[in-house]
């Protein structure tokens, strides 16, 4: 999940297959460290590299398990990365994935309808914000 640490902003993208708003991500390769995963699909799907935030560092922030939509219906077991990117970092991504991008205050990802969402996307944005507002 790339965020604006600055203007906390998330990164969120239309994914063709689902439907939904999502963070972008991937699937991790045989014998593939996790966070590999997360610096090879930085640069093929956004076209940048994966900057660790302070939120959470290399090690993952939040889990999910959740059942896919549509054909080939299957179970995705995610870890959610937090990456700090600017406004700016992110120029163009993969358009045979992502139909669009957008950033989103976090306060406006909450007020976003749930059905137009990763279903965990809330739960995330809310965990997000009180580390955010922890002493550092």
Do not use: N
Request: charged share 25%.
């Amino acid at each position: 999940m790339a965020l604006d640490e600055a203007r906390g902003e998330l990164l969120l993208v239309a994914h063709r297959k689902a439907g939904l708003w999502l963070p972008s991500g991937g699937h991790v390769e045989p014998m593939e460290d996790p966070w590999e995963t997360v610096l090879r699909e930085c640069c093929e799907e956004l076209r940048t590299e994966a900057v660790p935030s302070g939120v959470s560092g290399k090690s993952p922030f939040f889990l999910t398990v959740t059942r896919t939509r549509g054909q080939g219906q299957h179970t995705d077991v995610s870890l959610w990365y937090v990456l700090t990117s600017e406004a700016g970092d992110i120029a163009s991504f993969d358009e045979d994935e992502f139909e669009a991008i957008k950033r989103l205050p976090l306060q406006q990802v909450l007020a976003e309808p749930g059905d137009t969402l990763d279903p965990h996307m809330h739960r995330f944005t809310s965990k997000l914000m009180a580390a955010r507002a922890r002493p550092q």
